[in-house]
């Protein structure tokens, strides 16, 4: 039952590692200073947006690989978990006898 376990760990790490990589290797919008100077042009102040400049890089095996791993040995040990438990006798249901 522990390697049952320890796979569905290993999956889920993986899965939310795999999901957390585009959070962690994004650029989320940094805190934008307004000069109070009229000197500066209006054309370089930044607009007060979260909407990053370039889109994100999307899912890559490059930065993904560790958390593939993990699902793939989690995998694994879910098959091997659930071929080793003790399988119980099917017994036939024994039909109402009349009265």
């Not at 994100?56 to 091997?80: D, Q, R, S, Y």
């Amino acid at each position: 039952m522990l390697v049952i376990w320890l796979g569905a760990l290993l999956v889920l790490g993986g899965l939310l590692f795999m999901l957390a990589q585009p959070i962690w290797r994004g650029r989320l919008s940094e805190a934008r200073r307004i000069r109070t100077s009229s000197a500066v042009p209006r054309k370089t102040v930044e607009p007060h947006t979260l909407e990053p400049r370039r889109p994100g890089a999307g899912f890559g095996l490059k930065e993904n690989w560790p958390g593939l791993v993990f699902m793939v040995l989690g995998g694994i040990l879910l098959l091997v978990g659930a071929f080793s438990l003790p399988s119980a006798p099917i017994e036939p249901i024994a039909l109402p006898t009349p009265h």
